[in-house]
């Protein structure tokens, strides 16, 4: 059972464009005419002690009520753009936001730092929700989260606008879209905001960064000349890796014996696979949970609470998860299966070192899984209700995303320069230090040409009439019964390749498939065939580079070395054994061990520790850091 959903565009609605005027006007604002209120507002309450790229031009384009369109990556600061305003001009705002799961995170981490903050949703009493309007009639509230459909359809607005909310935010903007890869038909609503507060300003943030969808968010909320702060897509503290995948489980148990007792997601294509792998690991003494969408609510809530505070480490899932997930401490984000497009790569790898720490993201690579997406995309393309053009629209688009991500899973070049580029920003020829390709831990295997002859001379054996598996079995010497049925014990290629197992044949055959060296033919039961290129191999007039079908040894980044100079590891850990504490993030908590401070006041020098951390905190880190068990 396949729980990644397939976005299938049924609506026909608005691709005109319309309100278009100044639509990426300036790209680039100056952040010279910031207000000085800013930066203090900013280390009062977050004890951040700078705003980073486009967060100044963000803010200042709220507080002076000019729309604007953000397109930042995950993990960029996009919530500090909408969060910070009020608190200076003393307004209400509002955001809107998808998912109930996403406004409770963020109401949460707000009144952990003492901001009057409230979301209203379906998930709520009736007593509750009224509690919260009547907060925000007395003007309590800085920031009020609604998903889209409550904020339309319930009567809110009309308070809002006698409260005389002046400024709207809508967060993962790119749901509007229906070019988009999460397309909400309930955010379409949203165009109501402009006709009932005219002299409201709105601003739209997203991480999707293609332009057609840019265009789309800012026609359909009928943005008036937004400014368009785009930010770089490259995350310089994320390493990316892609191991050719052999063994799934031994090899996830590997990468995670590189990040013991630290925060990690495995993400898996289906549900069944999440709960196996899951099994596995915790038999390993892993403290891991599956998680998926047919789980029932109280189950995935328990999981992702679990990994909120640190009672386990890994969670094994779909892409179910993630979404509402706030932990800045994610090390690992590994991929034991390829994801249907880059962008979904971008966004769930996002999920890694949003802390600012090195982290690493693994992708365990087999053209196999093109093969299952793309029967996949077929079938559920046709299932569908749609007209046969749009079937086939629908089709040329996802297998366009597909190939984009397969072409990225095996080109032997920079990771972070593959990326940037697929996402419109040039990166450089300069080696970046944080990917495989960089590290120069991609193993070629010895003999890659011979090795591909005896695979394709196989091929050719059988006839050109059976699948990856058979050939692979073929190879390694296998007495199955098929095998013996076709008396394919018998031909020279039996047992050539008897010294590597089965999976890593099976591996070094969609190597060459990828390569375009064989070629197979479509349909639920793929045969593979030969194609010209093949008979260069054979003929030795092409020369074949395979990577080894293994997972290669990993080198530490530079940015792995320099976020622990200095940190008293001994000190780091003890404070991060503290369960309460796990509103600070571990980029607080290694400040706290490099700089070991003595007094209230040095304390508050630590990036991360504002006033409120420092009053509710304070008194306990300082005597830890000095040796003693805090009281409490
Ligand atoms: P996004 O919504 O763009 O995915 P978030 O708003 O969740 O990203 O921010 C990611 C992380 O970066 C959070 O842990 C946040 O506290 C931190 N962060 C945001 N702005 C700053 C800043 N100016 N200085 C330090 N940390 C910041
Ligand atoms: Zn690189």
Redesign the pocket.
Same mark, same amino acid.
């Given at each position: 059972m396949v729980a990644a959903i397939w976005y299938s565009a049924s609506s026909q609605a608005g691709n005109q464009v319309h309100g278009m005027a100044g639509h990426g006007a300036s790209e680039t604002a100056t952040a010279a005419s910031a207000d000085p209120r800013i930066g203090d507002v +900013?280390a009062k309450w977050?004890g951040?002690d700078? +705003?980073?790229p486009l967060?100044a031009e963000a803010i200042q384009a709220a507080l002076d009520g000019r729309d604007s369109l953000v397109v930042?990556?995950?993990?960029?600061?996009?919530?500090?753009c909408y969060q910070l305003p009020p608190l200076v001009g003393g307004t209400t705002d509002v955001v809107v936001s998808p998912l109930v799961a996403l406004m409770k995170d963020q109401v949460d981490a707000l009144e952990a730092i003492g901001y009057p903050a409230a979301a209203i949703h379906s998930g709520m009493s009736q007593e509750e929700r009224e509690q919260v309007r009547d907060r925000l009639a007395a003007g309590e509230l800085r920031l009020l989260f609604a998903a889209p459909e409550r904020l339309v359809n319930t009567g809110l607005l009309d308070l809002l606008a006698r409260v005389g909310v002046k400024r709207f935010s809508i967060d993962e903007a790119h749901c509007i879209s229906q070019w988009g890869h999460d397309f909400r038909p309930e955010y379409r609503q949203l165009a109501l905001l402009r006709e009932r507060f005219p002299q409201a300003s709105v601003h739209a943030f997203t991480?999707t960064a293609t332009p057609r969808v840019r265009d789309d968010i800012a026609a359909q909320l009928s943005l008036r000349a937004p400014e368009l702060l785009v930010g770089t897509f490259d995350r310089p503290n994320l390493c990316y890796r892609v191991v050719p995948r052999a063994d799934r489980t031994a090899q996830t148990l590997e990468v995670l014996g590189r990040h013991r007792g630290e925060a990690s997601i495995v993400y898996c294509i289906s549900r069944r696979e999440t709960e196996s792998l899951a099994a596995r690991l915790a038999a390993e003494g892993i403290l891991a949970r599956p998680y998926h969408a047919g789980l029932d609510a109280r189950q995935r809530h328990a999981t992702q609470e679990a990994f909120a505070h640190e009672t386990i480490d890994v969670v094994v899932a779909t892409v179910a998860f993630g979404m509402g997930i706030?932990r800045?401490d994610v090390r690992l984000v590994l991929h034991t299966s390829l994801p249907k497009s880059l962008e979904a790569y971008q966004q769930e790898t996002?999920r890694a070192g949003?802390?600012?720490l090195a982290a690493e993201c693994v992708l365990l690579y087999s053209s196999a899984d093109v093969f299952s997406w793309e029967s996949l995309v077929r079938k559920s393309a046709e299932e569908s209700d749609l007209e046969p053009d749009e079937i086939a629209r629908l089709i040329a688009g996802q297998t366009e995303h597909l190939h984009a991500m397969r072409r990225y899973a095996q080109a032997a070049r920079c990771r972070h320069a593959a990326l940037s580029e697929y996402f419109g920003q040039s990166y450089g020829t300069a080696p970046c230090n944080a990917c495989d390709v960089c590290l120069g831990e991609t193993e070629n295997l010895p003999d890659s040409t011979v090795v591909a002859q005896k695979i394709i001379s196989c091929v050719a054996r059988v006839g050109e009439r059976f699948g990856v598996r058979h050939v692979a079995e073929v190879l390694r010497g296998s007495k199955t019964e098929g095998i013996q049925r076709h008396g394919h014990d018998r031909l020279s290629t039996f047992g050539l390749l008897a010294a590597l197992d089965q999976r890593a044949v099976e591996n070094l055959a969609h190597q060459l498939l990828d390569q375009g060296l064989l070629a197979r033919t479509g349909g639920d039961r793929p045969v593979v065939t030969l194609n010209d290129r093949s008979w260069e191999v054979l003929r030795g007039a092409r020369d074949v580079v395979l990577l080894e079908p293994r997972a290669g040894r990993t080198k530490a980044t530079k940015a792995d070395v320099d976020d622990w100079r200095g940190v008293d590891r001994d000190l780091f850990e003890r404070l991060r054994l503290k369960p309460a504490w796990t509103i600070f993030?571990d980029k607080a908590l290694r400040g706290i061990a490099r700089d070991k401070p003595t007094s209230p006041a040095g304390l508050l020098r630590v990036?991360?520790i504002g006033e409120r951390r420092l009053a509710d905190f304070g008194a306990a880190i300082l005597d830890i850091v000095a040796g003693k068990e805090p009281a409490a």
């Open positions: +900013l977050w951040f700078r +705003l980073r967060q930042m990556p995950t993990g960029g600061g996009k919530s500090l991480a706030d800045s996002g949003r802390d600012g993030d990036k991360g």
